[in-house]
């Protein structure tokens, strides 16, 4: 959802276990982003990390399984959530690095490449759909920050406030194939606020 390392395959302190986990991530995601999940396949993701493909096999088992690592990696990457002080800058930090993701060439085409998959893979779903909760429960926090500061009424929903943010960025990507600019994004989050002010996302006690 926002922004991590371009690349899955960051050095990690440790041994050989995690330099091969870091290459066969670095691989999957330049097989992603140069064929996509269905011309991903296990035996050319062991030769781009220079494995082998028994390891690749055994440990990661699919190409799915492949994707759903390397989201958690991505999700491990991401940025913690902004905390300025005020709540327009803080849903306006995460528009930008959502914008940041999308319009990156690696990553932008590694989240395409993920989406895609999502729509006839369910496991590939799986690992989308967590990435997501995860980076969404993640901005939460500056919805409920504001709400203690009295910026938002009281039971503001705070992760779908972060959902309404990024879903116009994520329509223009995915569905209507529109560049993604800064305005689009500033434009988010004036919308996005001035709902949230109002109360269209407080969310009632049963």
């Known amino acids: 959802m926002d922004q991590p390392s371009r690349s899955a395959g960051t050095v990690r302190p440790g041994g050989r276990t995690a ?15 140069e064929h996509g999940f ?3 396949t296990m035996d050319q993701v062991a030769a ?14 699919s190409r799915a399984g492949l994707v759903t690592d390397l989201m958690t990696e ?24 959502v914008l940041g993701a999308i319009n990156d060439g690696r990553l932008g085409a590694t989240f395409q490449a993920v989406i895609a998959a ?5 496991q590939a779903a799986g690992a989308l759909r967590a990435f997501y909760l995860r980076r969404i429960a993640e901005w939460a926090n500056v919805v409920d920050l504001a709400v203690k500061r009295g910026e938002l009424p009281a039971g503001t929903d705070g992760a779908e406030v972060i959902r309404a ?13 529109e560049p993604v600019t800064d305005k689009d994004a500033e434009r988010s989050v004036t919308r996005t606020l001035a709902a ?7 969310v009632e006690e049963p």
């Open 38 to 40: 269905h011309g991903l």
């Open 165 to 177: 943010i990024s879903a116009p960025l994520y329509y223009r990507l995915v569905v209507t194939r």
């Open 196 to 202: 949230a002010r109002a109360g269209a996302f407080v």
């Open 74 to 97: 991505l999700a491990n990457q991401s940025t913690p959530h902004a905390d300025t002080g005020g709540v327009e800058a803080d849903l306006r930090a995460n528009a930008l690095s």
């Open 48 to 61: 781009r990390a220079g494995v082998g493909k028994t390891t690749v096999y055994r440990r990661w088992g």
């Open 118 to 122: 999502a729509t006839s893979d369910e």
């Open 19 to 33: 330099r091969v986990r870091a290459a066969v991530m670095e691989a999957t995601q330049d097989e992603l982003v």
